[in-house]
């Protein structure tokens, strides 16, 4: 008969692991390294704890993100935000941030048209901001990121 044990919860076996100090300055160097542009590892790094260690690897991929919308001309319309941010009426801010997030998809979408769609390759790594940066491409992880940012520059909540 097959053993039916339940096998131990992944996350749980994560938490016993505890990264030390020596760790934690080598997965900010890698980070900066493989993963992002513009960064530096903080100085206390090995002192911080497991949420401000994910806090700062999620805030500096964002960052990135931004520059690299920055740098390929993705924009979130100021006008268009302050008319959302102005209107009361929620049917008729809900179909403005629809039009908005419509507007986010198709500068996003715009890009993807010109990928060099000749060939097979793999995107496995074209979520992290330095190879889009690289590569002109992304994969889904990557548009996500970058209409994340559009979203949050539109003060819209994902």
Not at 18 to 24: D, G, I, V, W
Not at 46 to 63: A, C, G, Q, V, Y
Not at 117 to 132: E, L, V
Not at 137 to 158: M, P, S, Y
Request: aromatic letters at 8%; glycine letters at 6%.
């Amino acid at each position: 008969m097959a053993n039916l044990e339940q096998p131990e919860n992944i996350e749980s076996g994560i938490e016993k692991q505890k990264l030390t100090p020596e760790r934690k300055r080598t997965l900010g160097e890698n980070w900066i390294e493989m993963t992002i542009d513009n960064a530096t590892v903080p100085e206390n790094i090995d002192k911080m704890n497991d949420k401000n260690l994910k806090k700062w690897l999620f805030e500096s991929t964002m960052k990135d993100i931004g520059y690299l919308a920055d740098e390929w001309g993705l924009k979130a319309d100021k006008d268009f935000i302050e008319k959302i941010q102005k209107t009361e009426n929620l049917d008729e801010k809900s179909a403005f941030e629809l039009e908005y997030i419509k507007n986010v998809h198709a500068q996003v979408d715009n890009i993807v048209q010109n990928f060099d769609h000749s060939g097979r390759k793999s995107t496995k790594w074209d979520s992290w901001p330095k190879r889009i940066r690289e590569t002109k491409e992304f994969n889904c992880v990557g548009a996500t990121l970058l209409g994340i940012h559009l979203l949050e520059k539109g003060k819209l909540k994902r």
